[in-house]
């Protein structure tokens, strides 16, 4: 128990914010995504300490399984995977590098301020996937559709905005008229 | 510290580290990146503050971080998918070149 | 309860069923109190390490052997009586090859390749029923685990095959990835149904509710109409998943040299291997859990016969069809593959979904099975002859060798 808190956390934790700062770090993209996954699968183990399974293994699925690959795929289709051919970090880093910093203070600040009183900690709650599953069909299941007509909408959206623009037959007439 | 504390300045510094990808970065795919670790870090402090909150039994944190990570993924894709097209038109990824609106 | 249940209660026959649980209290037995549960939980990780990777070696042997019959020549039999110790030799070929890794490649992402797919093969392998009480983890959500597990597979594909800088092994990886993601879809909503019947996603669940008899037939849900239909594309879907015949593009040995693992070579090789045929055993292994009634026998009378017994015999029925399999049917295209998984499998599921509702409110009664079945086929057919209306079938020419 360091400070109060579990081994388990600490190492966790480590090896999120190490994932998160690599993936800030590293030149090579697809060396990025994959610390990116890092953070991910480490989140994952701190929703599963919070005793979110539900949300731990969706994270999982999610996010591991289908955006970390969305995110290689993006990058090796706008052939970010070789040596690139501008800097990798833009003229303004110091600033960006100084509002972040900026922000992690008042957000620490606000949080350690506010909860030095309480040190309660409940008793885990126990949540089954039935009780979601209630849960989401009586009193959530307007959310539920309104994200179902989003992933639909957002399918479509990406299929129409990727898709390669169909070629136009060009005119004959415009080139045979010089001759 | 407390656990809430810790779990919430955890969540804190992933944000911080997101919103730093997303201001210093050039690649457009690596700020879309920073924008998916910025919606991670707040759905660990949504799901912190329901494990240690009132009310666990409403499920409130955990739906809302539910509904979070799928809006997330959808959006990942889009802009994705944004990035890709404009690849497409101009053979960059990179931002400082995206100054101009018209096509 | 039937007549057989009463042999059954014999606590001869119940100590043989539980034989490996006793086995686990007794070496329990040996430590304190506040470490038993550790103890426990180390014991079965020890039988799941020990036991499924004996079942792969068993299995290369069995489909070198099976394919050489299909193809009419013999397959290996020089090491040992009729080839058994073949695995053996293979073991210690691939752990004293020379590990060749490539100049350029990419060298912490090529090593950590196979080490995720073994890892996230082997998790896939906790919420799996065995037996009778004999899951190592009875997790809520079990089901949502393993579908969760088997789609970080994927990302080890990738990693294999971009970090080896190969054009070759990129090609097999990308073609692997964008496999696996299609039927990702079918493979999860047809193991819905399964959920939807039973009201949990508790492995554990799903082969209890399937435990009990009318008569001597059991309960399984493959002998309904949307758990045949669900049975048969969640089959279709795990050998996409798994890159088996005839889904094998990604390792078309004949185009890619070995696909994504290709410039893997000696024990990596072999971890890759281990990997992509514990993943068959893991999928098979809950196919039979959500379908085919996990550990359960399939007539009222055999149930004297162990629960594992039960388990690991339908598991090697699962692996002998995965080899016949690939043995008769060839390869599908690219786009052959795509087309069947986004525009026949899909709608299929989704219809099942829909089949499976409806049974659950028709009541008991003839009125359900001739609703559900005669929905599945029509659809079965209609969706067959509207994606088949284009392909010409020509007379049957033949071609000979001048």
């Known amino acids: ?179 | ?103 | 309860m039937s007549q057989s249940s009463q042999l059954w209660a014999n606590p001869v026959w119940t100590n043989l069923d539980q034989i490996f649980v006793l086995l686990q209290h007794w070496v329990e037995g040996f430590f304190p109190v506040w470490l038993q549960p550790a103890v426990g939980t180390v014991l079965g990780v020890i039988a799941i390490v020990a036991a499924f990777p004996g079942i792969f070696a068993l299995t290369t042997v069995l489909e070198r052997k099976g394919l050489g019959r299909m193809q009419n020549r013999l397959g290996p039999n020089r090491v040992g009586p009729f080839g058994i110790l073949q695995p053996v030799a293979d073991g210690i070929k691939s752990l004293t090859k020379e590990d060749i890794v490539p100049l350029t490649a990419d060298g912490v992402v090529h090593f950590l390749a196979p080490v995720v797919l073994v890892i996230a093969v082997f998790l896939g392998f906790a919420v799996l029923p065995v037996g009778r009480n004999m899951v190592l983890t009875n997790l809520d959500a079990g089901l949502l685990f393993f579908f969760a597990i088997g789609a970080s597979t994927e990302l080890s594909v990738f990693m294999a095959g971009w970090s080896s800088r190969n054009k070759y092994s990129l090609l097999g990886a990308m073609r692997a990835v964008a496999q696996m993601i299609s039927y990702e879809v079918p493979l999860l909503l047809s193991s819905v149904v399964a959920v939807m019947i039973t009201g949990s996603l508790s492995t554990v669940k799903i082969v209890e509710a399937q435990s009990g008899f009318t008569g001597i037939f059991p309960h399984w849900y493959v002998f309904t109409p949307w758990g045949f239909a669900g049975f048969v594309l969640f089959v279709i879907a795990a050998l996409a998943e798994t890159n088996r015949s005839p889904f094998d593009l990604p390792e078309g040995e004949s185009e890619l040299v070995a696909g994504y693992f290709t410039e893997y070579s000696g024990f990596k090789f072999a971890l890759f291997f281990l990997g992509e045929y514990l993943g068959m055993f893991s999928i098979a292994g809950f196919a039979i859990t959500l379908f085919l009634g996990g550990w359960g026998a399939p007539l009222s009378v055999l149930e004297i016969i162990p629960s594992w017994a039960w388990f690991f015999a339908k598991l090697l029925c699962a692996i002998f069809f995965f080899i016949w399999l690939r043995g008769t049917l060839p390869r599908l295209r690219q786009d052959q593959l795509m087309n069947f998984a986004w525009k026949f499998m899909l709608p299929m599921s989704l219809l099942n979904l829909l089949v499976a509702g409806a049974w659950r409110f028709l009541g008991d009664g003839w009125l359900r099975w001739i609703v559900c079945s005669a929905v599945l086929l029509l659809a079965y057919g209609l969706l067959g002859r509207v994606l088949m209306r284009h392909q010409r079938l020509g007379a049957r020419s033949y071609r000979y060798a001048d």
């Open chain 2, 1 to 103: 510290m407390t656990p809430l504390a810790a779990f919430l300045i955890v969540a804190a510094l992933v944000f911080a580290i997101g919103l730093a990808i997303a201001l210093t970065r050039r690649n457009a795919i690596l700020v879309l990146i920073g924008i998916e670790l910025m919606l991670n870090a707040a759905n660990l402090n949504l799901i912190a503050f329901w494990r240690f909150g009132t009310h666990p039994e409403a499920l409130t944190g955990m739906m809302f971080a539910i509904f979070s990570i799928a809006v997330a993924a959808a959006e990942a894709a889009v802009g994705l998918g944004l990035a890709i097209a404009y690849h497409r038109h101009k053979k960059t990824t990179d931002l400082d070149a995206m100054t101009r609106m018209k096509g």
């Open chain 1, 1 to 179: 128990m360091i400070f109060g808190l579990s081994i388990v956390f600490v190492l966790t934790s480590i090896l999120t914010v190490a994932g998160a700062l690599a993936a800030a770090l590293l030149k090579n993209l697809v060396h990025c995504a994959l610390s990116l996954t890092i953070t991910f699968a480490g989140l994952a183990l701190l929703y599963l300490q919070l005793d979110a399974q539900f949300a731990g293994f969706s994270q999982i699925l999610v996010y591991i399984g289908a955006v970390a690959i969305l995110v290689v795929f993006a990058i090796l289709l706008t052939r970010g995977a070789g040596i690139p051919e501008y800097r990798s970090f833009s003229s303004s880093w110091l600033a960006g590098i100084t509002i972040s910093a900026g922000v992690f203070a008042l957000l620490a600040w606000a949080v350690t301020k506010s909860l030095s009183a309480s040190a309660s900690s409940s008793a885990a709650p126990q949540v089954t996937v039935q009780q979601i599953g209630l849960a989401l069909m009586s009193s959530y299941v307007l959310p539920l559709e309104i994200v179902a007509v989003l992933l639909t909408v957002a399918l479509i959206g990406a299929v129409i905005v990727a898709m390669p623009e169909s070629r136009t037959p060009k005119s004959e007439s415009s080139q045979g008229g010089d001759r």
